[in-house]
């Protein structure tokens, strides 16, 4: 380990020429009572006295130090190996106490961060075990039931395999969207930005969830005829996603006979806007800051007529991160939602 020796010599200093005065004095006393005072002797002693002493202080004051500073040198290294090991041990006192303190910030800094990621991952379990619960508990009631005798009515054990399927389906659904989660937040999830059609886009998810929609009787349409592409910069397969539960969403909150409406317009010069708007039951003021966060949900009882995860609109927002882009909510109750987002627009003639 390099050793940098950085010391003030004012302690060394001060003390030789402190020991070396007296000396001198006693030894000019000495010197006088004994008549044989001789004037340069003394002063050369001085001078002599002072030097050695300043030597040896300075030498035995060094390895005090640094015998010291090293053991807290050390154990500190034991702590936080990667951030004093590479750095000279140095015997100056005052960038030592820098040094401390610097760790000791660091460290306080890094016990934060801990304590937040511990609460986040407490936070998480908690619902991710919260969410599994229902569906897991539907499935093992029918199946209990159907072992119990059920089984043998053909038409009440077909109404309940039915049943079980649809809660298994359910957490697989839940499963998915939790790997979709994770694998964005820790950013394994690499978007590769291409130029798509952002219109194509739209009438394939349209046509995806055409059965969906017939069911509510909701349609899914333009805001207007789109009769030329319009080239954006995106993930397609992430946008598609993005789309889908938007639309999703806008399905499931939306009335009977409903309507949901896609627009894209020019924002600024290379952007443009993809609007989702529906005109289902809305979300209230005070949930729409929360809105995009993990599981959260309006309707927070457990006995939810559409039951999504809670994750559909916070992988729409870490997709719309990952891309750089913004998404925008506005919403009023009983009338109805409109959710957007920015992507870049790439001119045909660069395509
Ligand atoms: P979920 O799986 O519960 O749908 P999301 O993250 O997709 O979870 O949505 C969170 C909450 O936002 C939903 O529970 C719902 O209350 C509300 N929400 C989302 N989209 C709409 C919409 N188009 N209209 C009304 N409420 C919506």
Known sequence: MAVALKTSYRFAFRSSLFISILLS?????????????????????LVLSFLLSFLVLQARVERFIYRRVKKIYD??????????????????????????????????????????????????????????????????????TLLDGAINDKKVSEKYLKRASKG?????????????????????????????????????????????AAKKEISLTFDMEYHEPIYVLGDSEKIQQVLTNLLVNSLKYGHQNGTTEVSVENLIKNKVIVRVTDNGEGIPKEHIPRLFERFYRVDQSGSRKEGGSGLGLSIVKHIMEAHGEKIYVESEVDVGSEFSFTLERIKKSLL
């Open 25 to 45: 004095l006693v030894l000019t006393i000495l010197l006088w009572l004994s008549d044989l005072l001789v004037w340069y002797v003394p002063l050369l002693f």
């Open 75 to 144: 154990d500190v290294s034991l702590l936080e190996s990667s951030s004093f090991s590479s750095k000279p041990i140095t015997t100056d006192m005052k960038t030592l106490t820098e040094e401390i303190e610097k760790f000791a910030q660091d460290k306080k800094i890094e016990i934060d961060t801990l304590k937040i990621r511990e609460e986040y991952r407490r936070d998480f379990l908690g619902n991710v075990s919260h969410e599994l619960k229902t569906p897991l508990f539907t499935v093992q009631g029918y199946i209990l």
């Open 168 to 212: 298994v389906e359910r957490l697989i659904y839940i499963v998915k969207d939790l790997d979709m989660i994770t694998k964005l937040e820790t950013g394994d999830l690499n978007v590769k930005k291409e130029p798509f059609d952002i219109v194509d886009l739209i009438q394939n998810v349209f046509e995806l969830l055409e059965m969906r």
